[in-house]
């Protein structure tokens, strides 16, 4: 879910260690060597890193490759402080079989922070159009609009109309992100570039309700894991058996409080099942409660 805005920084800052994702696939970086080495003459491959899991990644990637190979998109906000550039998305370009680089990213294993984007733009102007996307309005508020989280991407990429997906990836034809069990993923974009047409970019009240939706199973990890609550086993398991508990509960109709106590049995019990027994479970669960 976008995160609202307030003043000039707020908002930038969350506990995201409830809602990390499965240690990177052995060879991660190897694939990435090979997607840039594919390319096509006039193409690059960019990292787009998201610096709230791991704050101050960034100055190490500009010591080791110079200050003009980092893009911070957020340093265009009002009053933004350097607390705010170390939380904020940053962008360089990929050089394959740099172990300089393969030595900054592999601390980047387990956190929703790593995708690339295929595309002609040269950095400045990439990062220029994904700054302008930090910041989206619905509804007469203003939200961090978070494309950098992996587990969000996705969504979003679904919910955007294709002006707006040429707007914020520009030429671009594919964005490639490590997705919830550690592996690639990719997602293929149009590849029309559109010019921003305005900041904040505007989105419907359909785009918004269904980038809410998209991260409702996130969002009750966190208050599981506020109670106390964690699955023992990958996070991308946990989040699985959130999402079919929240799946059921939504036909079920149950009010707020059972939600939330469904959602606990689930990943006490640990175990996912077809809609049929799903729905069977959550009755009895129902009576049992009652």
Do not use: K
């Not at 800052?13 to 190897?30: K, Q, R, V």
């Not at 394959?96 to 900054?104: K, V």
């Not at 900041?199 to 939706?213: E, H, K, T, Y």
């Not at 199973?217 to 991308?236: C, F, N």
């Amino acid at each position: 879910m976008p995160e609202e805005v307030a003043g000039s920084g707020a908002g930038v800052y969350c506990d995201w260690m409830t809602m990390w994702i499965d240690e990177f696939a052995a060879g991660w970086l190897a694939q990435l060597d090979d997607a840039a080495h594919a390319l096509d003459d006039g193409w690059a491959l960019y990292l787009l890193l998201d610096g709230v899991f791991a704050p101050g990644l960034h100055r190490r990637f500009s010591a080791a490759l110079g200050d003009e190979s980092v893009a911070l998109l957020f340093e265009t906000l009002p009053g933004c402080s350097d607390p705010v550039r170390d939380a904020s998305p940053f962008v360089v370009r990929y050089a394959a079989g740099s172990r300089t680089m393969d030595g900054l990213l592999a601390q980047c294993s387990g956190r929703p922070m790593v995708s690339a984007l295929e595309t002609r733009e040269p950095l400045n102007a990439l990062a220029a159009r994904l700054a302008a996307w930090c910041v989206v309005e619905n509804d007469g508020q203003r939200f961090n609009f978070r494309f950098a989280d992996t587990r969000r991407l996705p969504g979003i990429v679904r919910a955007l109309d294709a002006r707006q997906l040429g707007e914020l990836a520009g030429p671009a034809r594919r964005w490639h992100y490590v997705g919830r069990s550690g592996q690639w993923q990719a997602l293929a974009l149009p590849g029309d570039g559109h010019p921003v047409q305005e900041r904040p970019q505007r989105l419907s009240d359909r785009q918004f309700g269904a980038m809410v939706d998209d991260s409702a199973a996130d969002e009750m990890l966190v208050r599981l894991a506020d109670r106390g609550v964690r699955h023992e086993g990958a996070p991308s398991v946990a989040h699985a058996l959130v999402s079919q508990a929240l799946a059921a509960a939504d036909v079920a109709q149950l009010d707020a409080r059972l939600r939330v106590d469904w959602c606990v049995e689930c990943v006490r019990r640990g175990v996912r099942a077809d809609e049929v027994r799903i729905m069977a479970a959550l009755e009895t669960w129902r009576i049992a409660a009652a």
